[in-house]
């Protein structure tokens, strides 16, 4: 069997980065850059007032104490917006809001619950520190900072920053396309009614979700029957197409592994046992037309878990982002149970925080089987138990990847 470490591998060697386009910063909310946003200005962009106050020469003002008021005329009014382009002459003081420029001459703000807030003079009581309250310019970056690195998701923080640089069309990665198929003649599409021995098909709904959830636009195809004519119809029709194709089901050892079997011909897919649990049987490579075509196995925790540990890094990837992996966290198992003998285990749990300590139960009580899709609800995670560990004890300590968002 295949470590899933070097499965993961051989998945992210089948993708490439996406083509990329530009895109207004408005539109460009959870988008990955594909072009570094460098500075051409300083931000600040000039010495500005971090208050609403009076700027003045810091040698004015340097006596000024509750019982020594300073009071100098008041020879301008600068509101944010506004500016004041000739140097203020010593022994005078201007008022200034905060985010206003700071003009020549001055050297400190006073704020203006230091003074009286008089407008044709001002009265001082408070010395400022020599530079107090003043924004200086490059303080945050300067012309050729590197503000935004390729690869960044772009969140509400990453815009302002664009923006702030006066950068508004960006260089993004154009969003991957995905297709979702399932297969299984049991499967019924959403909403109808199972007679006995039918199911609804809730794989080709998850992975279409997730592959959304992880920024691909996604065509759900829905269930195929196991008809490997049928079946190689549809990849056909979409080779060449999408950027990736998933498929579900259909790929161990039964007497009507559809996906195997429709695949059987293609030289470059090949299907190999991960040691993993669960997840064990999986197919990837590249149908004719070299569209990359992840096969997943048909239990719906296993094609969770192997969306999250195999897909999810590979349109990571696609999209071109820097990270391609969930963020992990520790946490401290609360119960026992067993893990297989020799491969990794992906066991769903739910975390819970009591004082200090993050405590990982698993989402269905007693239950690490691959069937359990109610329960895969619950999860907020997956705990990863490494193929030595042959069982997990209560405290034992987790890596756990966050699988929520
Ligand atoms: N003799 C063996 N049998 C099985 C083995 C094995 O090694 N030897 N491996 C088991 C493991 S592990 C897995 S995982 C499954 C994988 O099987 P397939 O990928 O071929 O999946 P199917 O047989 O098509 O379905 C398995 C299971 O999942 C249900 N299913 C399938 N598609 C959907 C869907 N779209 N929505 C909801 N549920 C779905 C299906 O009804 C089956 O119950 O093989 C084991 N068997
Ligand atoms: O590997 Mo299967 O995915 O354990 O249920």
Redesign the pocket.
């Known amino acids: 069997m295949r470590p899933v470490i070097e499965h993961r591998s051989a998945v992210l060697d089948l993708v490439t980065p996406v083509p990329t386009e530009s895109r207004h910063v408005l539109e460009a909310l959870g988008d990955v850059l594909a072009v570094d946003v460098v500075a051409t200005c300083t931000l600040p962009r000039w010495d500005n007032s971090a208050m609403d106050g009076y700027a003045v020469h810091h040698a004015d003002t340097a006596a000024a104490g509750p019982g020594t008021p300073v009071t100098l005329p008041v020879v301008a009014d600068i509101a944010a917006g506004t500016s004041h382009d000739t140097p203020v002459a010593p022994g005078t003081a201007v008022r200034i809001m905060t985010g206003a420029p700071v003009p020549a001459g001055v050297d400190s703000v006073v704020p203006v619950e230091h003074t009286d807030g008089g407008t044709e003079h001002v009265t001082i009581t408070t010395a400022p520190v020599l530079g107090a309250h003043i924004r200086r310019a490059g303080e945050d970056v300067n012309p050729g900072d590197v503000v935004l690195t390729a690869g960044t998701f772009l969140g509400p923080a990453e815009m302002a920053a664009a923006v702030s640089v006066g950068q508004s069309v960006l260089t993004v990665h154009r969003r991957p396309r995905a297709v979702v198929i399932s297969t299984g003649t049991e499967l019924v599409p959403v909403g109808a009614e199972p007679a006995h021995g039918q199911i609804p098909d809730s794989n080709s709904v998850l992975l279409a979700a997730a592959a959304h959830r992880a920024g691909c636009t996604v065509v759900r195809v829905g269930a195929v029957p196991d008809d490997p004519a049928v079946l190689a119809a549809v990849l056909e029709a979409h080779d060449g197409d999408a950027d990736l194709i998933l498929t579900s089901g259909g790929v ?1 050892v039964g007497a009507y592994d559809v996906v195997k079997q429709a695949l059987a011909d293609s030289p470059g897919v090949e299907f190999v046992r991960v040691a ?6 999986q197919g990837l490579g590249r149908l004719a037309g070299g569209t990359p075509v992840l096969c997943l ?1 048909g ?1 719906p ?2 094609a969770h ?2 969306f999250e540990v195999f897909v999810r890094p590979a349109i990571m990837r696609l999209r071109g982002a820097r990270d391609l992996d969930r963020p992990q966290v520790t946490a401290v198992a609360a119960e026992h149970w067993r893990t297989p003998a020799g491969r990794t285990q992906l066991m769903p749990v739910t975390l819970v925080q009591t004082g200090t300590r993050l405590e990982a139960h698993r989402a269905v009580a007693g239950g690490s ?3 359990l899709v109610a329960g895969l609800a619950r999860a907020e995670g997956l705990a990863v138990v490494p193929a030595t560990t042959e069982q997990v004890l209560p405290g034992d300590r987790l890596t756990v990847m966050r699988t929520t968002s």
């Open positions: 161990s993993m649990q669960p997840g064990k049987p196995p239990n925790v296993s878990v192997t089987g691959s069937h």
